[in-house]
């Protein structure tokens, strides 16, 4: 432990140490009482690194993936390890500069949650994106927020001579137009070229080339993605000279690209250029708790305020449980119709939300007929039939309704409309002398 005071680090009792302090934690055996505390800390976003003090010819695997399991940042044995405090020491290092950049405003104005799955992926990325020039894969599904990660990782690129973020929607990539959009063309090229025209390879020179919905190029297209990954060489349409382009790729897909390999539908030596590293965004069903958090962020964006205006608990439980189909995209769109609708300096009321919106709860059965009568209410009492005759009619027609429905027989009428069979066929005789 005197070894690592000259790294820079300090020492206390565990007991005075939360689960919010990140460090290192000397333990010589792993427990379930450990584990448990080393989860809290892991939930709380600062886990810390454990050292097992057990002798280096002791199998312990079993409790070192016990321990990763809950979630802390490593394990190291440091029994008879003489450079172990310079390996600890790089990565506290490390762990500090990258809550640095998770705690700037450039990552929590624009990624906003506190759910474990998030603050996971936000370190994974925020350590890609700022320590290496990997390629990233990210997958998802629709409205999780995989561009606003792309651009989160342009962003917090470190080199200094960083260029444009430059985006390709994959989507719109067909085979006729694949080349000008992504290799750029020379005058003349072919039928309308009157200019020569850069492509996003040669745009995206020094910057990140982000490649959405990969999981749509056509398998023409993806080898000739594949040469230039390689090569990071390209020619334009209607040239033959070689250019050279020095990006960073990100990719984004909703698809399941692993079952498209097994499928062919993906080539696997393209996967694994594009795969240098890659990540999955959680649905908005896996972090519940950043809903709310979310809500108010799009709210005080939309009103243009600093603090979103409260919300009644009604509408507060009603964000909660609301599905959402298009994740946070969609939560944002529900959000930003409740701003527009909202008036006054009081919380946001059921009233607020739009019938769009609201939750289908059954109504009582009395208030469901009397809404479904209405319109034919509405109409006779307009024609000036007396309260007399239309209760007249409404019974003579719920008679004949339940009759039909019993296929004839007054018995079983009766007992669907809660009369005696005496009183149905009196009524039925009365019906017919008028």
């Not at 799955?117 to 599904?141: M, N, P, Y």
């Not at 006054?344 to 009568?373: W, Y």
Request: proline share 5%.
């Amino acid at each position: 432990m005197r070894a690592l005071l000259p790294q820079g680090t300090d020492a206390c009792a565990r007991g005075n140490a939360g689960p919010n302090d990140p460090g290192l934690v000397f333990v010589d055996a792993v427990t379930d009482e450990l584990c448990t505390w080393a989860a809290q800390a892991a939930q709380a976003g600062e886990a810390p690194i454990f050292a097992i003090g057990l002798d280096p010819s002791t199998r312990c695997e079993g409790d070192i993936w016990r321990l990763v399991a809950a979630g802390i940042t490593d394990v190291f044995r440091w029994w008879g390890a003489a450079d172990l405090p310079e390996i600890i020491a790089a990565r506290l290092h490390r762990w500090s500069q990258t809550n640095e950049i998770l705690r700037s405003p450039e990552v929590q104005s624009r990624l906003v949650g506190q759910s474990k799955a998030w603050k996971h992926l936000l370190r994974q990325v925020v350590e890609v994106a700022h320590f290496t020039e990997d390629s990233v894969l990210i997958s998802g599904e629709s409205g999780t927020g995989k561009e606003l990660i792309a651009k989160l990782i342009h962003d917090l690129d470190s080199r200094p001579d960083k260029g444009s973020f430059v985006v390709v929607d994959c989507t719109t990539l067909t085979p006729e137009l694949a080349g000008s959009e992504l290799f750029g063309h020379e005058r003349g090229a072919f039928t309308g070229a009157l200019n020569a025209r850069e492509g996003a390879f040669a745009l995206a020179d020094y910057g990140t080339l982000f490649l959405d919905e990969i999981g749509e190029l056509p398998p023409p297209l993806q080898t000739q993605l594949l040469r230039v990954l390689q090569e990071h060489t390209y020619k334009r349409v209607g040239s033959n000279a070689w250019l050279r382009s020095r990006f960073r790729l990100v990719c984004a897909t909703n698809r399941d690209l692993g079952k498209e390999l097994a499928k062919g539908g993906f080539r696997t030596d393209l996967y694994y250029r594009i795969a240098g590293w890659a990540c999955s965004t959680p649905a908005l069903r896996d972090r519940v708790e950043d809903i709310l958090p979310l809500a108010n962020h799009f709210l005080a964006e939309a009103t243009g305020q600093r603090r979103a205006p409260d919300l009644d608990d009604a509408v507060r439980d009603y964000l909660l449980t609301k599905e959402y189909p298009g994740n946070v995209r969609d939560l944002r769109l529900v959000a930003l119709r409740l701003a527009h609708r909202h008036t006054g300096p009081g919380p946001i009321t059921p009233g607020e939300v739009p019938d769009a919106d609201r939750p289908h709860h059954e109504l009582p059965r009395s208030i469901r007929l009397e809404q479904q009568m209405e319109g034919a209410v509405r109409q006779a009492v307009g024609m000036g039939v007396g309260l007399k005759e239309l209760g007249q009619s409404v019974a003579d027609s719920a008679i004949r309704v339940a009759i039909e429905i019993e296929h004839g027989n007054l018995q079983r009428a009766a007992r669907r409309l809660g009369v005696t069979d005496r009183a149905l066929q009196m009524r039925r005789a009365s019906e017919r002398q008028h």
